[in-house]
């Protein structure tokens, strides 16, 4: 058989002889695909994972590590925080959207609960502590955090707040390198193992294969650009991860993530994705992504964020992912921060997860200096924080509601940051799938024997985000994708 770079399917009457065979093929060793691996090979499946790179793990182990659970974990419990599965769905609905799937949303919280108890039965470990404080992460290995927003505007009015990112427990954490996600897969791929759950590293597919009745049968590979043929009796599952390394892809879907800090790793280029499009697999919120802030939220909170035009736009301490997405989306990624002298000791003086906040790119004795040194059009800067601080001296925001504790007057001196490259993210859509993680035709009807999970499909994000969904529905979802393969379809 001739190499090929197509994705078009290759028909299984082609293949003579297959490299690898097993009931249940998994594509990609990252949180998804563990989870896929590890609950097919309890429903009886010989499961065989193909991984990209030399060994598991993929982005989630290098993640910071926050899983999105709630509606009353034991962990929620154990620090005093109530929460129920209807509270965390009114939040999830509101926050995670626009066109949210609804049946989704609602299975995954009801779900919740016993997912976090079956990773706790796996073995990841939770500390029972609880951090916060703004912060991307807690500064510790505390276990419990807000995520998403959820204690402040608009959300803290929809539903009842609860704190939902639960951080597995690691100390000496390196973000990018090895943080709280090295200590979620670390222990799930010990358990797949223990199951024979076999692995073939530095394998990366590049087409589907399919039989007569355009059933998914296998994957055409490439291992040191050597072709390799993989069987699979039951299923495929693509657990492959998004497109955000993708040039093509983010230039047609989210042109505006185009040459921005990409949030993800290099692995992720889409290949899952196009694979099931090349099958008519229906997409679904191939715009939304994840836009991150990179600015340290301590900081943040205690001043005012304000667009091109000087005027405010958000409430300054919400999620730092809102902050992102309303920057880029809304204001043409026009963003600085203004802050006073005192705001920024005090933001120093906490035990920020960032060691240390960069100087300002202007300081001013008075406001209208700074507002000409910034080249804001005379009188915006200066109208703004006069409305701002009329309102802050009585400890309130009706503008846009940011909490009291973090509302007070901006003194002087001031200084102003420019945040307009301080966005970067990771995308969202990806291929649409159901309850069962079976992907979906453009007909709607399910492909037989393909299915996904994590990334490389459109979950419960489609549009908006909290930290720790990526995590949540890919282990989630992961594990119905690894138990529907291994039982969906038994060859007679």
Same mark, same amino acid.
């Given at each position: ?74 962990? !929620?419990?154990?620090? =005093? ?20 799937? %609804? ?40 276990? @419990? ?80 650009? %050597? ?102 989306? !809304?204001?043409?990624? !026009? ?34 200096? @700074? ?7 005379? =009188?915006? @800067? !200066? ?48 291929? %649409? ?29 489609? =549009?908006?985000?909290?930290? =720790? ?24």
């Amino acid at each position: 058989m001739t190499e090929t770079t197509t994705v078009r399917p290759l028909d299984a009457d082609a293949v003579t002889d297959w490299d690898f065979s097993a009931d249940v093929v998994v594509a990609g060793y990252g949180i998804a695909g563990v989870c896929a691996a590890i609950e097919a090979a309890r429903a009886g499946a010989e499961v065989l994972v193909l991984e990209r790179t030399g060994g598991w793990g993929g982005a989630a182990a290098m993640a910071g590590g926050f899983i999105y659970l709630g509606g009353g974990t034991a962990l !929620q419990k154990a620090l =005093g925080f109530e929460d129920s599965p209807e509270n965390m769905e009114k939040f999830m609905t509101a926050a995670l959207g626009p066109c949210v799937d %609804k049946a989704k949303v609602h299975d995954y919280c009801q779900g919740s609960v016993a997912h976090f108890d079956w990773l706790v039965e796996q073995g990841v470990p939770f500390k029972e502590e609880f951090w916060g404080e703004p912060g991307w992460e807690p500064a510790h290995d505390e276990g @419990l955090m807000y995520s998403g927003g959820e204690n402040s505007a608009p959300f803290l009015d929809i539903a009842t707040p609860a704190p939902r990112g639960h951080l597995p427990q690691m100390s000496n954490k390196r973000t990018g390198e090895r943080g709280g996600g090295y200590m979620l897969m670390k222990p799930l791929a010990e358990v797949a193992e223990k199951l024979g759950v076999r692995a073939e590293y530095d394998v990366r597919i590049q087409r589907l294969i399919v039989d007569d009745d355009d059933r998914v049968v296998g994957v055409v590979a490439k291992r040191y650009g %050597k072709q390799v043929l993989v069987h699979a009796r039951r299923g495929v599952v693509l657990a492959t991860g998004s497109f955000t390394y993708n040039r093509e892809m983010i230039e047609n879907y989210v042109p505006r993530l185009l040459d921005r800090p990409d949030s993800a790793t290099e692995e992720h280029d889409g290949i899952g994705i196009r694979v099931a499009q090349a099958l008519g697999a229906q997409l679904a919120h191939m715009d939304a992504a994840e836009v991150a802030f990179f600015a340290d939220p301590q900081v943040v909170a205690r001043g005012i964020v304000v667009n091109g035009r000087g005027q405010r736009y958000i409430n300054e301490d919400t999620y730092g992912g809102r902050v992102g997405q309303a920057t880029l989306n !809304q204001q043409d990624n !026009q963003a600085y921060l203004i802050l006073d002298e005192q705001g920024l000791e005090e933001a120093q003086a906490t035990e920020s997860t960032v060691s240390s906040f960069r100087r300002p790119n202007w300081a001013a004795e008075t406001l209208a200096e @700074l507002e000409a040194d910034m080249g804001l059009p005379e =009188g915006t @800067l !200066q109208t703004t924080v006069e409305v701002y601080n009329r309102h802050a001296a009585s400890g309130s925001d009706p503008l846009l509601g940011k909490k009291p504790e973090w509302v007070r007057p901006l003194g002087t001196p001031l200084a102003g940051f420019d945040l307009r490259e301080q966005t970067g993210g990771f995308t969202l859509g990806g291929l %649409k799938t159901d309850l069962h993680s079976r992907v979906l035709h453009v007909s709607g009807e399910p492909i037989p024997g393909l299915y996904a999970a994590g990334r490389c499909t459109s979950g419960v994000c489609t =549009g908006g985000y909290a930290s =720790g969904t990526s995590l949540g529905d890919g282990s989630f979802f992961g594990r119905r994708a690894g138990r529907a393969s291994a039982t969906d379809y038994v060859p007679g």
